[in-house]
């Protein structure tokens, strides 16, 4: 996929989608974070994913394009790459409208999100640890068995299904103003999609891109003005682990559309992720704490004003869970 995407087109594909996504994926809660909105001196309002079917999300970008396809499409056999999540959310869509998937998935994926996967009766395939490798890999046995792909972000039906995130931020404010928005980052795929819809509306609003310190590609590729290779590590944020695929219409998108990108260390999720369970008692995994963590870095501009943090997931498994908890002070 390497044909430019424009925001105005994405907006106008997200906002057709939400209704239909909406027949099989109920809203989630967007909602003030009282004890984070007085740390910021802000008005913290979290739309909380993490409380979406499959705990992320991903499910909203795959139920769009698995809804593309027809019952001979998804009965054949859907082909992905996923480090996780985006594997669940096409899990959850054959579950619900029919069909069979393959997914090709890290040989360091989360035990529990790994789990999970099985129980939807997904066929998984374990190669590597870098959506680099898997992602060829994926395509090149759908391509080779007539079977569609489904990718994790690049795709404009996908990117699409995440946008419907601020189509609900947007009822939810009910015409209230909205200063910026704090999304982790990592194809590139909810902040195209959330990012749009929100400029579309919201034309002054404020878009911040959170990523790891130890696995930044899309920051780092913005940077570089051309898609490139990090030297990634293991991070507590594996949801936006991966480097970005070459030609991704994210790529592009991110360029447009993000205003500040916030590259945070591994200690500062730690912490986010502590703080969330600690005052909400809402249970989250390190992606969705990169977002808090990235609006603590930026507190001082954020001061006063009106704040959407997309808390994107909740798929962490116990043993990373108590790693957490047991480091944190």
């Not at 989630?28 to 909105?37: C, D, H």
């Not at 999304?183 to 749009?196: R, T």
Request: aromatic share 4%; net charge negative; glycine share 10%.
């Amino acid at each position: 996929m390497s044909a430019r995407l424009s925001p105005a087109e994405v907006a106008e594909r997200s906002e057709r989608v939400a209704p239909r996504l909406r027949e099989h994926l109920p809203p989630t809660p967007f909602v003030r974070y009282g004890a984070f909105s007085d740390e910021l001196d802000a008005e913290v309002l979290v739309k909380c994913e993490h409380l979406q079917r499959t705990g992320s999300f991903k499910a909203r970008g795959s139920m769009a394009k698995i809804l593309t396809l027809t019952d001979a499409q998804r009965h054949a056999g859907v082909v992905t790459a996923s480090t996780g999540n985006h594997g669940l959310g096409v899990g959850n869509a054959l579950a619900t409208l029919g069909g069979h998937g393959i997914v090709y998935l890290p040989e360091n994926a989360s035990p529990s999100k790994v789990a999970a996967l099985r129980r939807l009766g997904l066929e998984l395939r374990a190669e590597g640890n870098d959506s680099g490798v898997l992602e060829p890999k994926a395509r090149a046995y759908a391509a080779e068995h007539d079977l569609v792909y489904v990718p994790p972000y690049n795709d404009p039906d996908v990117i699409a299904g995440q946008g419907t995130v601020a189509v609900e931020i947007l009822e939810q404010l009910d015409g209230m103003p909205l200063d910026a928005v704090v999304v982790a980052v990592g194809g590139g795929g909810l902040i195209s999609g959330v990012a749009a819809v929100l400029k579309k509306h919201l034309p002054d609003i404020r878009v911040y891109g959170a990523q790891p310190a130890l696995d930044d590609a899309m920051s780092a590729s913005v940077r570089a003005g051309e898609i490139v290779q990090v030297d990634a590590a293991e991070t507590l944020s594996d949801g936006t682990a991966g480097s970005v695929e070459p030609g991704s219409v994210t790529f592009d998108l991110c360029r447009q559309l993000v205003d500040d990108w916030v590259v945070v260390g591994e200690d500062a999720i730690r912490s986010a992720l502590a703080m969330v369970i600690d005052t909400e008692h809402q249970l989250i995994e390190g992606s969705a704490a990169l977002a808090f963590a990235a609006a603590r870095e930026r507190r001082t501009e954020l001061a006063g004003k009106r704040v959407a943090v997309v808390s994107c997931g909740a798929n962490i498994s116990a043993a990373t869970l108590a790693t957490v908890v047991n480091t944190t002070d």
